[in-house]
C-alpha cells in the first residue's frame, strides 16, 4: 500500500485516493480506508483533504533517515548538538515524531552541576513541548485542528488546550521558523526548538534545548538562542541531503 501510495501521484509529495490504493493494490476500499486511517494515526502516511486523499507522512521519512547506511541521524547529527549545548550552556535533544507524540532520540547534557532530567526515549504529546511544537509549523490548518479535535491534555496551566492558541502558535513558529514553551510540560522547563527538514522540506526531527526556567532564557538574547536553534537545525537537516 505504501509503494502503491508513493507510486501513484504525477510527481513526487502528489495525493493519492483510496480508490487509486485500492485499484493498485487490489485490496478491498473498505481495508484500504481502514489501514490508512490507522497509518494516519502513526503519521506514516498524512490525510490532506476531506476527500481521503493522502500523501507519504513525516513520520515514514523519520524512519527512513534514521536509517541513512552512513549511520543514524543521531549518530551524524550528536557533534552539532554537543556543540550547540556548549555555546549556550543548557541541554540539547533530537527529537522524532512518533505518531501523535515527540519521542526524544538522543540528548546532549548541559555543561555544569545543574541538569535538567534526560528524556531520552520519552514520548510527549506533541503541543506540550517546543520539539512537538515544531514539527507543527509545516502543518496544514486541517492538520492542526484534526490534532485537536480529541482534545489538549493539560499538563499545566501554561499548556495551550484550546484550537485557537495552537494556531495562534503554529503561527508563531511559521513566523519565526522555532517554538518556544515555557513552562507548558513542566512549570520548572523552558524550551525552545527548531524543525530539521529533508531536502523535500518536510519536517523530520526537531532540534531542542531547554533548562530551568529560572535560568533559561534568563537574561540571554533570545534572537540569538533562536538564531544558534535554526542554524544547527539547517546543519542536521543537510545530513539528509
Same mark, same amino acid.
Do not use: N
Given at each position: ?106 540528548? *546532549? ?60 502558535? *503554529? ?71
Amino acid at each position: 500500500m505504501l509503494r502503491a501510495l508513493a507510486g501513484q501521484g504525477d510527481s513526487v509529495g502528489d495525493s493519492v485516493g483510496v480508490s487509486e490504493v485500492a485499484r493498485t493494490t487490489g485490496l478491498a476500499k473498505s481495508t484500504c480506508s481502514r489501514i490508512l486511517a490507522s497509518l494516519d494515526d502513526l503519521g506514516i502516511v498524512e490525510r490532506v483533504d476531506e476527500a481521503g486523499r493522502y500523501v507519504i507522512g513525516s513520520g515514514l521519512r523519520a524512519l527512513a533517515a534514521s536509517g541513512a547506511p552512513v549511520g543514524t541521524l543521531r549518530d551524524l547529527a550528536e557533534p552539532y548538538l554537543r556543540e550547540l549545548a556548549g555555546r549556550l550552556g543548557e541541554s540539547v535533544a533530537l527529537a522524532v515524531m512518533d505518531g501523535g507524540e515527540g519521542l526524544y532520540v538522543t540528548q *546532549v547534557a548541559a555543561p555544569g552541576p545543574v541538569q535538567v532530567t534526560d528524556w531520552t526515549g520519552q514520548r510527549f504529546p506533541l503541543h506540550t513541548i517546543a520539539a512537538g511544537q515544531a514539527f507543527m509549523g509545516s502543518w496544514s490548518d486541517e492538520r492542526v485542528a484534526g490534532y485537536a479535535a480529541d482534545g489538549l491534555a493539560e499538563y499545566t496551566e501554561h499548556t495551550v488546550t484550546t484550537l485557537v492558541g495552537l494556531r495562534q502558535r *503554529v503561527g508563531e513558529v511559521r513566523r519565526r521558523g522555532v517554538a518556544w514553551t515555557i513552562g507548558e510540560f513542566s512549570e520548572e522547563i523552558s524550551g525552545v526548538a527548531a524543525p530539521v527538514c529533508d531536502p523535500d522540506g518536510e519536517a523530520v526531527a526537531s532540534v531542542s534545548v531547554y533548562g530551568p526556567g529560572w535560568r533559561f532564557p534568563g537574561d540571554a538574547d533570545t534572537t540569538e538562542i533562536e538564531r544558534l536553534v535554526g542554524e544547527t537545525a539547517e546543519r542536521v537537516g543537510g545530513l539528509l541531503a
